[in-house]
């Protein structure tokens, strides 16, 4: 099934974006360091195994991206992600730099700022991020009236 995706209500779509973007954040801005505002999250942590943490922080990267391409983004948007991906990846890898790198860039959070875009952009909102937790009634669908 080649170039095909499923087709989701806006209530899962809701449910997914939200599920995704706990992940982004958790992987990019989950900690605030001690006596400073800079936020790190696990991808930076991660990192720190040299080469394995900076494989496996693209794994999970990777799978944001399968994701967004499961919610119908297109092949360009898809290119965008692979390359955020493939940067923090690849430049994280190198020591020290990298890891700066890896808390400064924030590639998960900037491929899930790229997806609600496009999600937007035809129609589709989502709940805000404004914490992990979002009350269910939120993402419930429009109820008919009396």
């Known amino acids: 099934m080649h170039g095909t995706y499923q087709t989701f209500s806006a209530r899962e779509t809701g ?3 939200v599920r995704l973007e706990a992940l982004a954040r958790l992987m990019d801005g989950a900690f605030v360091l001690p006596g400073t505002n800079i936020r790190m ?3 930076a942590l991660i990192g720190l ?3 394995a943490g900076d494989i496996i922080s ?3 990267s990777s799978y944001l991206i399968w994701e967004a391409r499961q919610l ?3 092949k360009w948007l898809i290119a965008r992600m692979m390359t ?4 923090d990846t690849v430049l994280g890898a190198v020591p020290l730099v990298g890891d700066a790198f890896d808390v400064m860039f924030r590639a998960n959070m ?3 700022a790229l997806l609600r875009r496009h999600l937007e952009k035809h129609g589709i909102t989502c709940p805000a991020a404004r914490s ?3 009350k269910s009634s939120e993402l419930a669908e429009p109820q008919a009236g009396p």
Do not use: F, Q, R, Y
């Open 41 to 43: 999250g696990l991808d």
């Open 84 to 87: 955020n991906t493939l940067l």
């Open 49 to 51: 195994l040299p080469v």
């Open 15 to 17: 449910h997914s974006v």
């Open 110 to 112: 900037k491929n899930m």
């Open 132 to 134: 992990s937790m979002v």
């Open 58 to 60: 693209g794994l999970i």
């Open 72 to 74: 119908g983004a297109p």
